[in-house]
């Protein structure tokens, strides 16, 4: 009979007790449940509801179960339910009544949230060491290539030349938004909902300041019924993780295009690409491919958790048993491809002449012509459509805008002179890009500084 068992003359059956058992998924807060009620003890004994004896076996038959379940030595019996029965029905086991105290003034409703929200402050903190490892990589290739010019696109089109640092810190501030977005969940989920019991606290006089500092909490939760029904905290995780994946699904895929023999910007490492079974030329960018895909389970994690949580009324059902498996698999999936894709960008190799090759292609300069006569007085609409005349001349001999004469620039403007060629060099251009935050060399150093000052602020937040 199962410890809540008193109420019911007859124990469900198998599959039911199958179906309706957690302990798969909940045995891997083992650590969180038995700081938990190692904490909770500690208090009861404090405030004399348990007697310091009692308190001491509990303590101490605690740390032998942490300690057998951490050597393998445990055996996790699925009739126990839950990993709370499976701790407390061994605890009992081991020191005898005093184990069956351990439960006074508490409920598994708000035990479980406790446990859950240790859990999410840990997944927060591996995935935003992750993050940083990753934005290391990117500033490191960034920093190694400081001067190489690739196209920009727009629509998948040539549309300006960038240098290449510069696209990778633009990866480096989406995942810095990742990393924010991780602090808030992480904020979101420090508060500690032991003693709220049930749904409506306990006539114990339980001391809820002391378990907040005990199991390292920022606060306790404000209202019962609030903290063993409140799953925010992981819907937070869930979509911090999701649009972490989609920035990961979005780098991946320009890794995949800049390893095409098309594009030919860079070879990843052997260590980050498979073989084919039958054609032995080919190497496939597996991985990155991969991290594409995976971020369709993280989205599925979020929108699972959204809708279970839909239309639940206070304050726990067991709807909410469902919540870890996803945030779970979310986060380990997140942190998995973190690391694959820092790994995958610190290990490529850059191939400058071809991304220059291909920034010669498709007219890039057309703007900075068109800006060119806007500075000698023409209205930049009436600049737009004369290059938009050049560039068809172009396209219809086959050339480029540099293997036009200064006749057939005149022959559409008079305000033409010798100087047009400075407008039609590449690394004059981008080095052109001074605004705060734009691609030119200069602006790019001091956008270095920001990242510098940005990467090392969040790592003093990692290590507070």
Same mark, same amino acid.
Not at 157 to 184: C, E, N
Not at 202 to 207: E, G, I, N, R, V
Not at 307 to 316: D, R
């Given at each position: 009979?199962?410890?809540?068992?008193?109420?019911?003359?007859?124990?469900?059956?198998?599959?039911?007790?199958?179906? &309706? =058992?957690? $302990?798969?998924?909940?045995?891997?807060?083992?650590?969180?449940? #038995?700081?938990?009620? @190692?904490?909770? *003890? /500690?208090?009861?004994?404090?405030?004399?509801?348990?007697?310091?004896?009692?308190?001491?076996?509990?303590?101490?038959?605690?740390?032998?179960?942490?300690?057998?379940?951490?050597?393998?030595?445990?055996?996790?019996?699925?009739?126990?339910?839950?990993?709370?029965?499976?701790?407390?029905?061994?605890?009992?086991?081991?020191?005898?009544?005093? &184990? =069956?105290? $351990?439960?006074?003034?508490?409920?598994?409703?708000?035990?479980? #949230?406790?446990?859950? @929200?240790?859990? *999410? /402050?840990?997944?927060?903190?591996?995935?935003?060491?992750?993050?940083?490892?990753?934005?290391?990589?990117?500033?490191?290739?960034?920093?190694?290539?400081?001067?190489?010019?690739?196209?920009?696109?727009?629509?998948?089109?040539?549309?300006?030349?960038?240098?290449?640092?510069?696209?990778?810190?633009?990866?480096?501030?989406?995942?810095?938004?990742?990393?924010?977005?991780?602090?808030?969940?992480?904020?979101?989920?420090?508060?500690?909902?032991?003693?709220?019991?049930?749904?409506?606290?306990?006539?114990?006089?339980?001391?809820?300041?002391?378990?907040?500092?005990?199991?390292?909490?920022?606060?306790?939760?404000?209202?019962?019924?609030?903290?063993?029904?409140?799953?925010?905290?992981?819907?937070?995780?869930?979509?911090?993780?999701?649009?972490?994946?989609?920035?990961?699904?979005?780098?991946?895929?320009?890794?995949?295009?800049?390893?095409?023999?098309?594009?030919?910007?860079?070879?990843?490492?052997?260590?980050?690409?498979?073989?084919?079974?039958?054609?032995?030329?080919?190497?496939?960018?597996?991985?990155?491919?991969?991290?594409?895909?995976?971020?369709?389970?993280?989205?599925?994690?979020?929108?699972?958790?959204?809708?279970?949580?839909?239309?639940?009324?206070?304050?726990?059902?067991?709807?909410?048993?469902?919540?870890?498996?996803?945030?779970?698999?979310?986060?380990?999936?997140?942190?998995?491809?973190?690391?694959?894709?820092?790994?995958?960008?610190?290990?490529?190799?850059?191939?400058?002449?071809?991304?220059?090759?291909?920034?010669?292609?498709?007219?890039?300069?057309?703007?900075?012509?068109?800006?060119?006569?806007?500075?000698?007085?023409?209205?930049?609409?009436?600049?737009?459509?004369?290059?938009?005349?050049?560039?068809?001349?172009?396209?219809?001999?086959?050339?480029?805008?540099?293997?036009?004469?200064?006749?057939?620039?005149?022959?559409?403007?008079?305000?033409?002179?010798?100087?047009?060629?400075?407008?039609?060099?590449?690394?004059?251009?981008?080095?052109?890009?001074?605004?705060?935050?734009?691609?030119?060399?200069?602006?790019?150093?001091?956008?270095?500084?920001?990242?510098?000052?940005?990467?090392?602020?969040?790592?003093?937040?990692?290590?507070?």
């Amino acid at each position: 009979m199962a410890l809540w068992g008193g109420r019911f003359e007859e124990g469900v059956d198998d599959f039911t007790q199958r179906f &309706g =058992a957690s $302990l798969p998924v909940d045995k891997h807060m083992y650590a969180e449940d #038995i700081a938990g009620s @190692r904490a909770h *003890a /500690k208090m009861l004994a404090a405030q004399g509801i348990i007697s310091a004896e009692d308190q001491q076996k509990i303590d101490a038959g605690l740390e032998g179960i942490l300690h057998d379940i951490e050597a393998g030595n445990f055996t996790f019996d699925i009739n126990d339910e839950d990993i709370h029965m499976a701790v407390e029905a061994e605890l009992t086991r081991r020191i005898g009544s005093a &184990g =069956a105290r $351990l439960h006074t003034g508490r409920s598994r409703n708000d035990q479980v #949230i406790t446990d859950t @929200r240790l859990l *999410a /402050k840990e997944l927060c903190a591996q995935i935003m060491k992750g993050n940083v490892a990753l934005r290391h990589a990117l500033v490191d290739q960034a920093v190694a290539h400081p001067h190489v010019v690739m196209p920009g696109y727009t629509h998948m089109q040539h549309a300006q030349p960038v240098l290449f640092s510069h696209h990778l810190l633009a990866y480096f501030w989406m995942f810095s938004r990742d990393f924010a977005r991780l602090q808030f969940a992480l904020d979101q989920a420090d508060e500690n909902p032991l003693g709220s019991a049930a749904l409506a606290g306990t006539t114990y006089p339980l001391d809820r300041q002391m378990t907040t500092r005990e199991l390292g909490f920022a606060r306790p939760t404000a209202n019962s019924l609030d903290a063993v029904s409140n799953r925010d905290f992981l819907l937070d995780l869930d979509y911090a993780c999701a649009v972490s994946m989609m920035h990961l699904s979005r780098l991946a895929e320009e890794v995949i295009l800049w390893s095409t023999q098309e594009f030919a910007f860079i070879t990843l490492s052997d260590s980050y690409s498979t073989g084919s079974s039958i054609m032995p030329q080919k190497k496939n960018p597996d991985f990155a491919e991969l991290i594409r895909g995976k971020s369709g389970r993280v989205y599925g994690d979020l929108v699972a958790l959204l809708t279970t949580m839909k239309g639940l009324p206070l304050a726990y059902n067991k709807d909410m048993q469902e919540d870890k498996e996803g945030v779970i698999d979310a986060a380990h999936t997140l942190v998995d491809s973190m690391r694959c894709m820092a790994g995958m960008i610190a290990t490529a190799t850059i191939h400058p002449d071809a991304m220059m090759e291909s920034a010669r292609k498709g007219h890039m300069a057309a703007t900075d012509v068109a800006d060119y006569l806007a500075k000698k007085g023409m209205p930049f609409r009436d600049a737009h459509a004369v290059v938009g005349h050049l560039v068809l001349e172009c396209e219809k001999r086959g050339c480029s805008l540099d293997d036009l004469t200064l006749a057939d620039f005149k022959k559409e403007s008079d305000l033409f002179e010798d100087d047009i060629t400075g407008a039609l060099d590449l690394p004059a251009i981008v080095d052109a890009r001074t605004t705060e935050g734009g691609t030119g060399a200069s602006a790019v150093a001091e956008q270095l500084k920001k990242v510098e000052a940005r990467l090392s602020a969040d790592e003093a937040a990692l290590s507070a």
